[in-house]
């Protein structure tokens, strides 16, 4: 490339003008270092508890482009495995998920537990002579595994924050309004498609309710956006939660008269999708988990990339500086009516994924954004993340949720990136944990 990369990062996301060098989502040795400073670093979303039940369960998921062995081992411990042998880095397993008993390499047979450990390796004593120490060529394992209400994560970074911590009250409160939901279950299959764009640029989508009624017109006018004339959508009444790390909440608070609506729906003995049941919300265990904020509704981003929409969840996965890999996961409460589940899976698989209508909307952005961070014209002038910004007021509520309660606004995407440069400055687990940008203040401005 022929720009010049501004390091140290914060000089390529400008706070206060609210501005973002193009050059971070086109850059192959910035992508790189994500790949080290975040997403090796980061504690990253594996999968749901419901997906490995029994010991030898596995899940095969990602961090970063490394592909990973989610698994429960023979005591029930959880466990998360490079899927890489130890010989010449054959992958063990090849399949997406299932039952094992141990991993067995395909290239020359060397056998992994399913804690990791060597355990058999052909020609042993013939060949190597039993000079192998088979406990130093285990399976690379994460540095820490770790579950909050049955969503697993791992890190494979030993130094980083334990889990709980690092997700703090912001990213808790998202699984939180997920799990509170009912006693979930995931289904069957996770909807995979590779759209062509920079991995950042569809996480801040998630945050963007600018762009709906433009880019999802066609959408809308087709019936797919559902709710779109009820007036639960109002611009006016969206509330952003921002938290260590860059976890963020954004998008429309509950409003009084979606209660309205659910009433009359129930009168008419319409079932109701999971847009419009949020009477899990005033079951007792569940008030007391989300608090005073209890109204909070919108897109959670785990950062980096988890997005929780609903009773979904969107895995954002780099697969280079210009490809995403989107990973769809449903979940579904037990319990449901044959009519709940099916208007859910409906609403699951039109909207999002790829055959949703409105990803297909947004894929076609994202593509010629990413296309455009590569000009090297383009890279000379900076993208806008400016709207409303130094006009939020932040409130902070009692268990230190950070938020500003306005109209539609890019505070959240904003925080994303200031987020993303104090990751990439960051050289390690010590120095983010010290240096990162704290959740403004209450009264401080956003
Ligand atoms: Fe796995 Fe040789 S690469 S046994
Ligand atoms: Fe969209």
Not at 61 to 72: D, H, L, N, P
Not at 279 to 288: D, F, I, L
Request: proline share 4%.
């Amino acid at each position: 490339m022929l720009h010049e990369i501004k390091t140290p990062f914060h000089t390529m996301v400008d706070a206060e003008k609210g501005t973002v060098e193009r050059a971070i989502f086109a850059d192959q040795s910035i992508y790189e270092l994500e790949l080290e400073r975040i997403f090796a670093r980061a504690w990253n979303f594996m999968c749901h508890e419901s997906q490995i039940p029994k010991a030898g369960d596995f899940f095969l998921s990602f961090i970063g482009e490394e592909s990973v062995i989610a698994t429960r081992d023979k005591k029930g411990e959880l466990q998360v495995l490079l899927n890489s042998c130890r010989h010449r880095g054959n992958a063990v397993c090849r399949a997406e998920a299932g039952n094992a008993r141990s991993f067995l390499c395909t290239y020359h047979g060397w056998t992994y537990g399913l804690d990791g450990q060597l355990i058999g390796v052909p020609g042993y004593k013939d060949f190597y002579h039993e000079q192998l120490d088979k406990s130093q060529w285990g399976l690379v394992k994460a540095g820490k595994v770790a579950s909050y209400k049955g969503f697993v994560f791992a890190t494979m970074d030993p130094e980083a924050p334990d889990l709980e911590e690092f997700l703090g009250p912001v990213a808790r409160l998202a699984l939180d309004l997920l799990s509170g939901q009912g006693e979930m279950m995931i289904v069957e299959g996770v909807q995979k498609n590779i759209i062509g764009c920079n991995w950042k640029l569809a996480v801040d989508n998630l945050f963007d309710f600018y762009h709906v009624d433009i880019s999802h017109a066609s959408a809308t006018m087709s019936g797919a956006r559902k709710h779109a004339e009820t007036g639960l959508f109002t611009p006016w009444n969206h509330r952003v939660t921002l938290g260590d790390y860059g976890h963020a909440i954004g998008g429309n608070k509950i409003q009084p008269r979606l209660w309205e609506i659910v009433e009359e729906m129930k009168a008419e003995g319409k079932p109701l999708d999971q847009f419009l049941n949020q009477e899990w919300r005033k079951r007792p265990e569940v008030a007391e988990a989300l608090g005073d904020m209890a109204d909070t509704s919108g897109h959670p981003n785990i950062f980096p990339n988890m997005w929780i929409t609903g009773n979904q969840i969107c895995l954002r996965l780099p697969r280079g500086p210009g490809n995403t890999e989107l990973w769809w996961f449903t979940l579904l409460p037990q319990g449901l009516s044959d009519a709940e589940r099916k208007i859910r899976m409906d609403r699951a698989n039109r909207t999002f994924g790829a055959a949703g209508m409105l990803e297909q909307d947004d894929g076609e952005n994202w593509d010629q954004s990413t296309r455009a961070t590569r000009g090297v014209v383009a890279q000379r002038y900076p993208l806008n993340f400016s709207m409303a910004i130094g006009t939020g007021v932040t409130k902070v509520g009692e268990r230190g949720h950070a938020h500003i309660d306005t109209h539609i606004n890019e505070h959240a995407q904003l925080w994303t990136y200031r987020n993303w440069a104090d990751w990439m400055d960051a050289e390690s687990w010590a120095v983010l944990k010290a240096q990162h940008t704290a959740p403004p203040k209450a009264g401080e401005l956003v």
